[in-house]
T-cell receptor, first 112, second 112 residues
Framework: DTAVSQTPKYLVTQMGNDKSIKCEQN?????MYWYKQDSKKFLKIMFS???????INETVPNRFSPKSPDKAHLNLHINSLELGDSAVYFC???????????FGQGTRLTVV | GEDVEQSLFLSVREGDSSVINCTYT??????LYWYKQEPGAGLQLLTY?????DMKQDQRLTVLLNKKDKHLSLRIADTQTGDSAIYFC????????????FGTGTSLTVIP
């Protein structure tokens, strides 16, 4: 059973489109995250969310928004996609006071 | 966000030891981590150390923490070709809202 799963694994889309990436965790964790990994492999946190609060990295454009329909899901919506949004996006989850973050396999987004 | 720095590349010969270094800035770090990312995959936790420890050994892996200098290292003994990957240092602490902040990643290449 996959602990943290993301769909799709690959996404190719045109500039200006709106797209979503889905993330689900079956670990019963209460905190979920979105990270962006750029072409240089740098990994930057975008959001963390639990049932108490959403923490947004101040560098994330407001075209990006997380949506959590329930505790096991944190989807990433991106409006008006730009070329610079091309990257690999990773979802992760952890217990609020737990030790480890578990990562999904990533979604490679290519904006053309 | 917090700064977590690593050197970008390291090459070693098979059978030698590898040492990957990391510096961080958050003095409130509770846990410090080493994650491994193989090509096309997500991040897997290798090991972690609690901030009140100086050293942790786990089979071929040795983690050293110098809290005064905010320096973390990962030593891999008897490095194998399967160890070739990107290694990320990460920290988590109260000053970061318990988020996980990752270093720039060190790409380890093991030469047969």
């Amino acid at each position: 059973d996959t602990a943290v799963s993301q769909t799709p694994k690959y996404l190719v889309t045109q500039m200006g489109n709106d797209k979503s990436i889905k993330c689900e965790q079956n670990l019963g964790h209460d905190t979920m995250y979105w990270y962006k990994q750029d072409s240089k492999k740098f990994l930057k946190i975008m959001f963390s969310y639990n049932n108490k609060e959403l923490i947004i990295n101040e560098t994330v454009p407001n075209r990006f928004s997380p949506k959590s329909p329930d505790k096991a899901h944190l989807n990433l919506h991106i409006n008006s996609l730009e070329l610079g949004d091309s990257a690999v996006y990773f979802c992760a989850s952890s217990q609020d006071m737990g030790v480890e973050a578990f990562f999904g396999q990533g979604t490679r987004l290519t904006v053309v | 966000g917090e700064d977590v720095e690593q050197s970008l590349f390291l090459s070693v010969r098979e059978g030698d030891s590898s040492v990957i270094n990391c510096t961080y800035t958050d003095s409130s770090s509770t846990y410090l981590y080493w994650y491994k990312q193989e090509p096309g995959a997500g991040l897997q936790l290798l090991t972690y150390i609690f901030s009140n420890m100086d050293m942790k050994q786990d089979q071929r892996l040795t983690v050293l923490l110098n809290k005064k200098d905010k320096h973390l290292s990962l030593r891999i003994a008897d490095t194998q070709t399967g160890d070739s990957a990107i290694y990320f240092c990460a920290e988590r602490g109260m000053n970061t809202g318990n988020q996980f902040y990752f270093g720039t990643g060190t790409s380890l290449t093991v030469i047969p």
